[in-house]
């Protein structure tokens, strides 16, 4: 049901010691029940307890911040499980699972204005975003002057995923800024309503959590740039390809795209790589899993199994890669690929498929080469973690082979 619905705090009839609450999913509320008043209490908006009006200096309650709801609103726990049960089976109902969107570099990038380079300027991409055009891509926000790039693809991907999830914006950013981001990714209000959560509704610094959205732990899919802020999710979350567009975002990484006046391209760029994750995954959660009762179902093995099967068969080992003085189970590449489905070995025998280099002048290099084996680039690992598909080696060469093709693949990628 909308978030109107949710964020509601019914109306209290007292009678006799007892409160009536008439509506099934408004917060605090049980269809048709008749309890009694406070304590233990439900919640508070305002220091004040919604049901009884006591101030909530003078109780022992803690509960979860839901101020992107309504300003101040505070629920108990066994309140929040309530509203997470009855939304469950809202969206199960609607055949919806959840989706999390972060901001920055996954739907958008910004720029303040005094960051704008030289060539940008020389460019006139102020003039460009200010523009009076409906299809632009690129605004200004003027009360906090800045400059915002939608990812290309952005409308089409919400328009998409908005059928098949009920999303909610989730950033680390301030709530004014989330908030006018909104507004330029959803002008008429359809997608998100009031669920843009920003820094100031978390609960645990520099940690986004799924505790701040009704229901969503065994329905949630998070799409993020930032792996280290979902530390308690992170069967949840889809690692984005970040979104470099102007060039303070890209600084020790060559030309931002727009000094190089290019851009991802809408047909097969990263959002429209992900939309396609995502009507797999709810292919699968909601008519593939014949045999499970709908209200039992979990989103997060489903994401898992759709990511081991990107790598699956491969066998790779790893040439001077990571500091000779660290475990390489431990490294992130060696992780990734594991993640994906790929076995990972320290030594060349006749099973393995790829040696992943840097150069091609080291020992197991050569043996790739030798034993016509795949040799790659490490970004190969990087581009199907973000692409989920396995890519073309031939896309990734290491430096030091004769037949150095791709080479504009991996600068690509690596500008990305």
């Not at 709810?282 to 997060?300: E, K, M, Q």
């Not at 390489?328 to 498929?353: F, N, R, Y």
Request: glycine share 6%.
């Amino acid at each position: 049901q909308g978030s109107h619905k949710r964020c509601r705090v019914a109306e209290q009839h007292q009678d006799q010691g007892t409160a009536t609450r008439p509506e099934e999913d408004a917060i605090g509320s049980v269809k048709d029940a008749q309890i009694k008043i406070c304590p233990p209490h439900t919640g508070f908006i305002g220091g004040l307890c919604y049901i009884c009006g006591k101030n909530q200096d003078e109780e022992d309650f803690t509960g979860v911040p839901f101020g992107y709801i309504a300003e101040g609103l505070r629920l108990s726990n066994s309140e929040m499980d309530r509203l997470s049960g009855s939304e469950v089976k809202n969206l199960l109902r609607e055949r919806k699972l959840v989706l999390i969107l972060d901001l920055d570099h996954t739907l958008i990038n910004s720029t303040r204005l005094h960051d704008i380079s030289a060539a940008e300027m020389d460019l006139g991409i102020q003039s460009a975003a200010s523009k009076n055009d409906p299809d632009r891509s690129l605004f200004t926000l003027q009360g906090m002057c800045m400059l915002t790039k939608l990812r290309p693809f952005v409308r089409k991907f919400l328009e998409e995923a908005s059928n098949m999830f009920e999303m909610y914006i989730y950033t680390m950013g301030f709530k004014a800024y989330a908030i006018e981001i909104a507004k330029l990714l959803d002008p008429g209000n359809v997608y998100f309503d009031s669920k843009v959560i920003s820094n100031s509704d978390c609960t645990q610094q520099h940690q986004k959590g799924l505790d701040v959205v009704p229901g969503a732990d065994s329905l949630a899919v998070v799409l993020d740039d930032t792996e280290y802020v979902w530390q308690k999710h992170k069967e949840n979350l889809i690692l984005m390809e970040r979104y470099h567009y102007f060039a303070a975002s890209c600084r020790h990484s060559g030309q931002s795209l727009s000094e190089l006046m290019q851009d991802e391209r809408e047909s097969d760029g990263a959002l429209a790589t992900i939309l396609d994750v995502l009507k797999r995954i709810h292919t699968i959660f909601f008519d593939l899993g014949v045999g499970t009762a709908l209200s039992s179902r979990d989103v997060r093995p489903v994401i898992k199994r759709m990511r081991q099967e990107v790598l699956q068969g491969c066998k790779l080992v790893f040439s001077r890669v990571f500091p000779s003085d660290c475990r390489p189970q431990h490294q992130i590449m060696w992780k990734m690929a594991e993640q994906l489905g790929a076995v990972c070995c320290s030594e060349v025998d006749p099973s393995v498929t790829h040696v992943v280099a840097v150069h091609a002048g080291t020992e197991k290099a050569r043996w790739a080469v030798k034993h016509k084996k795949f040799l790659l680039h490490p970004r190969w690992i990087e581009a199907c973690n973000y692409r989920w598909h396995r890519q073309p080696e031939e896309d990734f060469p290491v430096p030091g082979l004769k037949e150095d093709k791709g080479k504009e693949k991996v600068a690509e990628i690596a500008h990305l």
